[in-house]
């Protein structure tokens, strides 16, 4: 049984670029394919697909890599984690390497980058950190 499937999915994307994979394959849910669309429209990934399968559907993520062959994304971390959820206001928001990276955060009105957490001027649940 897995009990942080979010993390499963930052590990599975982290050791794939590790390994130079073209793509990786997760098990899909609502959230994942949520935060895997803000990987893509933030330049973290090439692209991904919703793959209809049964009994589960997949998501599949292209990674992008750049000119040397190294990951565009160079860090991963899982910030609330379901037995410490991290909670943070529109003001206390974390910069990630002071704006170069991005942080992923579950708010009331879904979820969103930092900055857009920022701009709207709502907090929630700082989910993840991509560098």
Known sequence: MMTDPISDMLARISNALKAK????????????????????EEGYIEDYKYLE??????I???????EQK???????R???KPG???????KALPKVLDGLGTAILSTSQGIMTDYEARKRKIGGE???EIW
């Not at 410490?84 to 529109?90: A, D, E, L, T």
């Open 21 to 40: 994979k073209k793509s990786v394959v997760v098990p899909a849910s609502k959230m994942k394919l949520e935060i895997v669309r803000i990987l893509k």
């Open 60 to 66: 599949e993520i292209i990674l992008k890599y750049d």
């Open 78 to 80: 899982r910030v609330s």
């Open 126 to 128: 700082v989910i993840c």
């Open 84 to 90: 410490r959820r991290i909670y943070k206001g529109y």
């Open 53 to 58: 399968e049964k009994p589960q559907a997949k």
């Open 70 to 76: 190294r990951g565009v994304i160079s860090g991963l």
